[in-house]
């Protein structure tokens, strides 16, 4: 005898035989009609995680302190030239770049 094992998932129905692992039956939902009207479908209202006022700040404290880092590597004396006082504090934050 063939054990078969039926999932019902809202309109979407899948019955799989166990002993082959073949999907024997697969449905699923009729499509949406065209075209979907997007304020018709029904969202949760959306909530900005951070306001305007502090992403204008942070961006201000991030530009100030990209400045500064540059005007540090651009004071360094050319005997001082190395990687460790150019190159890597331009890959660091905050200049670097993902």
């Known amino acids: ?7 019902v998932n809202s309109q979407h129905i899948c019955q799989t035989n166990l002993s082959t692992n073949y999907l024997h039956t697969l449905t699923f939902p009729p499509l949406l009609e065209f075209p979907v009207i997007m304020s018709e479908l029904p969202l949760p209202p959306f909530v900005w995680p951070t306001s305007a006022a502090e992403i204008e700040a942070s961006t201000a404290a991030v530009l100030q302190d990209a400045a500064a880092n540059l005007d540090a590597v651009a004071a360094v004396a050319e005997k001082d030239l190395s990687f460790a006082t150019v190159i890597e504090p331009l890959m660091l934050a905050p200049n670097y770049k993902t």
Do not use: D, E, F, V
């Open 1 to 7: 005898m063939q054990a078969a094992r039926t999932h």
